[in-house]
T-cell receptor
Framework: KAGVTQTPRYLIKTRGQQVTLSCSPISGHRSVSWYQQTPGQGLQFLFEYFSETQRNKGNFPGRFSGRQFSNSRSEMNVSTLELGDSALYLC????????????FGQGTRLTVV | SQKIEQNSEALNIQEGKTATLTCNYTNYSPAYLQWYRQDPGRGPVFLLLIRENEKEKRKERLKVTFDTTLKQSLFHITASQPADSATYLCALGERGGSYIPTFGRGTSLIVHP
């Protein structure tokens, strides 16, 4: 069974730009969650999508948005990038039916300069 | 306010010894607690889940205890090996809330040969 695939692995962007990250969950999993990980704040929950609908949301500004497609693949978008958005962005795949075990991708390392 | 606390200082131990990591929480009514392992530059990997009505769970060399009175979980690795060196994250899911858990910042474990 293929794992969770995130693309790209690394990105360098300039302040003010926008970025789109992609996540393909494990086949059959309908829930995709996105997290931001920084040394200072740890792993922070951004949002979760289930069956193409945002089901849960963390405390991040509206510059952070996402969507999920009918094949469960998900994208996350960050607009008007700030230096503080530099982080490892992780997506987690769950079955979505009450099983809380999360399967994480390898992450996208975003650097904003 | 709600807090999940893990030792920020790295735990250094000798190969063969038992490593014990701590996760304390404040102002949570947990339904379950999970432990994950994270290697540098990679996403976390699920290890164990323990529910609020369980005192102890074991899996091979791993043991987790959960004391809802002390508001604490202990994670033990017996007969530790250098390959166990990683950061270990605890994640807590609240009773009655979203099933998406909140993560602690993790403790780094270094096992010396």
């Amino acid at each position: 069974k293929a794992g969770v695939t995130q693309t790209p692995r690394y990105l360098i962007k300039t302040r003010g730009q926008q970025v789109t990250l992609s996540c393909s969950p494990i086949s059959g999993h309908r829930s995709v969650s996105w997290y931001q990980q920084t040394p200072g704040q740890g792993l922070q929950f951004l949002f979760e999508y289930f069956s193409e609908t945002q089901r849960n949301k963390g405390n991040f500004p509206g510059r952070f948005s996402g969507r999920q497609f009918s094949n469960s693949r998900s994208e996350m978008n960050v607009s008007t990038l700030e230096l503080g958005d530099s982080a490892l962005y992780l997506c987690a795949s769950r079955t979505g039916t009450g099983n809380t075990e999360a399967f994480f991708g390898q992450g996208t390392r975003l650097t904003v300069v | 306010s709600q807090k999940i606390e893990q030792n920020s200082e790295a735990l250094n131990i000798q190969e063969g010894k038992t490593a014990t990591l701590t996760c304390n929480y404040t102002n949570y009514s947990p339904a379950y607690l999970q432990w994950y392992r994270q290697d540098p530059g990679r996403g976390p990997v699920f290890l164990l889940l323990i529910r609020e009505n369980e005192k102890e769970k074991r899996k091979e060399r791993l043991k987790v205890t959960f004391d809802t009175t002390l508001k604490q979980s202990l994670f033990h690795i017996t007969a530790s090996q250098p390959a166990d060196s990683a950061t270990y994250l605890c994640a807590l899911g609240e009773r009655g809330g979203s099933y998406i858990p909140t993560f602690g910042r993790g403790t780094s474990l270094i096992v010396h040969p």
